[in-house]
Structure formats: C-alpha cells, structure tokens
C-alpha cells in the first residue's frame, strides 16, 4: 500500500485498474485480470461483482476450454454510462459526446465568441441542449458534463482561477459558467484535458509530456508513478499540477533571453515564439490556411516555419532532458504536425544529446476535439470510483 493511502482509496484505485483493463479488451475472465493486474483472485471477484452490480460490466460468454471447466468472460457495457466534454476557446465552443469506450461518438464545434456575461452562459447552456436534442442523446444515461478552457483550473475548488485568452482576470466557479446546464459540471485546463485524451481508451500508465501549441502555448505533465501532490483517485492521480495548478505552463519558459515580450510581461518566452499565432498571423488568423501555402513553396512561409521548428526544437530539448520521457505535439498546431514530423525529429536530434527511442515524440492523436473529449473522460473514472 502507498503511504498515506487508506484501504478504501487502494479498493478505489483497484476497481479503476479492473475497469480500464476491461475497457481495453474485448472480454476477459477473471483469472486473466489477476494475472495481467496481478491481483488476488478474491480481490478481483469482489471488484468484478461491483461493477456487474453497477451495471457497467456484464458476462459476455465463456472462454474456450484448456481442459478444465470454461471460465466465464467479462466485457464492459460501453454505453451504461454517457458523459459530455465542451471545450470553451475564445472564439468557439466543441461540444463531444463519449461513453464507456472513451472515444468520440458525437461532435460539433461552433463559432461563438467568448463573453464572461450572462448571454454567454445562455448561450452555452442552449448549445448543449441542441446538441443533445440533435444527436438524440438519451440524457437519463448521462453522468456529468466536463469544461475544458485555456487557464489555471484548481480542480480542487472547480473554480477558474485566471484566463488569459478569456480575459478571466477574478475567479470564476463551475457553478456560475455553468449554470444553464443541468447536469454536475467540472473544469479541467485544455491541455491537461488534451493530455487526458492521448490515453483516452488505453490501459496505459506511461509517463509523457502533452505541448498544447495553440493560440497560448500550455501543457500537462503525466506520470507513470502517480506522483501527485495536489491528491486525487482519477486522472488527476497521474498527473503532476504544481502547488497552485499551475503545473506544465511550459509557455512561460525563456528560450531566448531578451527576445519578444510575452503576454505575461517576461522576455523570451516560449510562447510568442510556438504559439499557433505565430503561423496564423500570416493568413488573418486562420492556420488552416498556413499549410497549403507552406507546401505550394512560398518562401515567405517556409522561412516562418522553418524558425517555429527551431524554437520548438529548443522548447523539446528542454522537456525531455527535465523528464526523459515520451512527448506528445498537441493543440491547433499539434493537429497539423504529422506530415512534418520526421523534418521536426531532425531539428530535434541536432540538440539532444542523449540517445532517445524512435517514437519518444508523436503528434496528438485526436485533434480539434481532444480537449473536450478529455474533459469528458475525466469523468469516466470519477463515476466508477463512485460505484
């Protein structure tokens, strides 16, 4: 047992532990979990009895006989529970639909500008129930609604803390943003959402590093160990935030001293140097509009793209000799990156001096819709805890 750790919390985090690896295989029997889980047959009997009698694991048949009697088979029921991830951006709101599985089943993304005021919170509360109403969302199934937003998020409180893109400048609740839904509402920070959706639908337990490259530069760190100072038996467990939640602001790291003045006052951010506004101011703000021209040979594009790759080379070099762990590119730039991935790595090999795996640095797996399918999947595990 880890110190500090009641018996009750272990039980907790081993019913998640049973759930995820369920959730990753098409069926199991329960000597299979004791194995892979290396826990005690009993242990997993009972755990197995709970989520059947929650109702989000049902006996799915029986496993083909090694000569003794066949082991009945286990499967997750995929859609027992539904949760809904929105993504509130300064200039849009993505709303995501997920279930059990934790991947995507439903999502729209509208132009709607951000207002801290009473129309906005209308508004927002009015776009998810069209969207409910439009993807026939059977809402008795829904447990819990997750808000992703480019700030400092204390979970703790469920309180934004600052917004800098929102022009959040006082604390602002759940309770107040949120208060046209009707449903229990969380607030996660973007990136750490975005880092939530890379392991979305796995059994995964790895350390890595999310870089949310979007019109602020952000990130998440998440830790194989579970080492978390700020408590937890979710996602959360497995994810450093700092004292204040203010952990992975990897934006506010100087890469080059004395250079552009950041947003938060300092010199040499890395920030104003990757920021997916640095591409975006070349086409009116649209990105999308970037990489086309980019790959027709403009020369004015590729210089511009060729001294984001070095800064971002910088900002890498610094990350994975901190953590020496895998690095996932995310964010609006994130989502464009895999064609240049292998350009990048050699920008990246000139300043590590260590010898790293292959695939230590990988682009995001989901793009526009990871940070409001993270929010979502953060609740995922917070309703089996509570089984």
């Given at each position: ?319 994975v000799m901190s953590m020496d762990c895998d690095i996932v590119l995310g964010g609006y ?55």
């Amino acid at each position: 047992m880890v110190k500090g750790t009641s018996s009750k919390e272990v039980k907790k985090i081993n019913r998640n532990r049973v759930f995820r690896y369920l959730n990753t295989v098409a069926e199991a029997s329960m000597p299979e979990i004791a194995a892979a889980l290396r826990m005690s047959g009993p242990t997993v009997l009972t755990i197995v009895g709970e989520l059947c009698a929650a109702g989000v694991v049902e006996e799915v048949g029986e496993l083909a006989s090694t000569g003794g009697r066949k082991a009945k088979a286990y499967g997750v029921i995929k859609d027992a529970f539904l949760f809904l991830g929105i993504d509130i951006t300064r200039n849009h709101i993505g709303i995501v639909s997920t279930d059990l599985s934790e991947d995507v089943v439903a999502y729209r993304r509208q132009r709607r500008r951000f207002a801290n005021t009473e129309a906005y919170r209308q508004v927002l509360g009015e776009e998810l129930k069209s969207f409910i109403a439009d993807y026939q969302i059977d809402e008795s199934k829904i447990r819990g609604i997750g808000v992703a937003i480019p700030g400092i998020v204390d979970a703790n409180r469920n309180v934004i803390k600052k917004s800098h893109t929102l022009q959040i400048t006082e604390e602002l609740t759940a309770d107040d943003l949120c208060k046209y839904i009707d449903f229990p509402c969380i607030l996660a920070n973007d990136a750490n959402a975005g880092a939530i959706a890379e392991c979305a639908g796995s059994n995964r337990n790895e350390s890595l590093i999310y870089l949310s490259l979007s019109n602020t530069v952000g990130g998440a760190i998440l830790l194989e160990t579970g080492a978390n100072n700020q408590g937890g038996l979710g996602y959360y467990r497995n994810m450093y935030v700092g004292d204040n939640w203010e952990g992975g602001e990897f934006g506010h790291v100087v890469i080059r001293p004395e250079g552009r003045t950041c947003y938060c006052g300092k010199e040499g951010c890395l920030d104003p140097y990757c920021s997916a506004l640095v591409l975006a101011s070349m086409e009116d703000g649209k990105l999308e509009e970037f990489f086309p021209k980019l790959e027709a040979g403009s020369k004015k594009h590729q210089q511009v793209w060729q001294e984001y790759l070095d800064n971002l080379a910088y900002a890498v070099d610094m990350l994975v000799m901190s953590m020496d762990c895998d690095i996932v590119l995310g964010g609006y730039v994130g989502s464009f990156m895999e064609p240049y991935l292998e350009d990048f790595k050699a920008y990246v090999e000139q300043r590590i001096i260590f010898k790293k795996k292959k695939d230590f640095l990988r682009t995001c797996k989901y793009k526009v819709e990871a940070a409001a399918l993270g929010a979502a999947v953060f609740l995922v595990e917070e309703a089996i805890l509570k089984i």
